[in-house]
């Protein structure tokens, strides 16, 4: 199973751009980057997925590097409701039906202040 | 659509009692998954299913059964409540499957508490 490693916190301000990193370096071929928020006392909520180069959707954007040992989410402008804890998670749905265990790392708790 | 949902919301149970915490879901997801989260930490994996009647562990298994005789359920049973099986429990579904979304659903959750 690929291990993840991401900073344990952030802090930013409303209006900017925040970009959380997380390194996978021994990530394999089948493996798709996987990227969750949680806000307290809720279950956590997909945000973006994706394989190689950039993915973007109406909430964030997802860069990967050609080598696919780290990639970066992007949130443009900030706002309060943003703060929660943002989990990366690497994984695959292996060719015979089974499942990867998706393994959730302790995440990044992002605080956005005013 | 309902989603997932669990029941119930919040337990406490005596060290040693035993009781079964419910999860449905009506999106027709083969896959579905339950975690436990302690204070502060990352969710962890105890049971996953792939499809009714196939269940296998994740990584914390020990003291929890969970069977799945139908698409919708995925029951997980503590077996002797322990203090420390204290934690929030979410189930999660998902459609899965090659070239499927790896987005999970997940339910609101249930806080257990064990004295």
């Known amino acids: 199973l690929a291990k993840t490693t991401q900073p344990i916190s952030m802090d930013s301000y409303e209006g900017q751009e925040v970009n959380i990193t997380c390194s996978h370096n021994?990530?394999?071929?089948?493996?798709?980057i996987t990227w969750y928020q949680q806000f307290p006392s809720q279950g956590p909520r997909f945000i973006i997925q994706?394989?190689?180069t950039k993915v973007t959707n109406e909430v964030a954007s997802l860069f990967i590097p050609a080598d696919r040992k780290s990639s970066t989410l992007s949130l443009p402008r900030v706002s309060l409701s943003d703060t929660a804890v943002y989990y990366c998670l690497v994984g695959a749905y292996l060719f015979s039906g089974g499942y990867n265990k998706l393994i959730f790392g302790a995440g990044t708790r992002l605080a956005v202040h005013p | 659509n309902a989603g997932v949902t669990q029941t119930p919301k919040f337990q406490v149970l005596k060290t040693g009692q035993s009781m079964t915490l419910q999860c449905a879901q009506d999106m027709n997801h083969e896959y579905m998954s339950w975690y436990r989260q302690d204070p502060g930490m990352g969710l962890r994996l105890i049971h996953y299913?792939?499809?009714?009647?196939?269940?296998d562990q994740g990584e914390v298994p020990n003291g929890y059964n969970v069977s799945r005789s139908t698409t919708e359920d995925f029951p997980l049973r503590l077996l002797s409540a322990a203090p420390s099986q204290t934690s929030v429990y979410f189930c999660?579904?998902?459609?899965?499957?090659?070239?499927?979304?790896?987005?999970?659903?997940f339910g609101p959750g249930t806080r257990l508490t064990v004295t």
């Open positions: 999660a579904s998902s459609l899965g499957g090659r070239g499927s979304s790896y987005e999970q659903y």
């Open positions: 021994n990530i394999a071929t089948n493996d798709y």
């Open positions: 299913s792939v499809g009714a009647g196939i269940t």
């Open positions: 994706g394989y190689k």
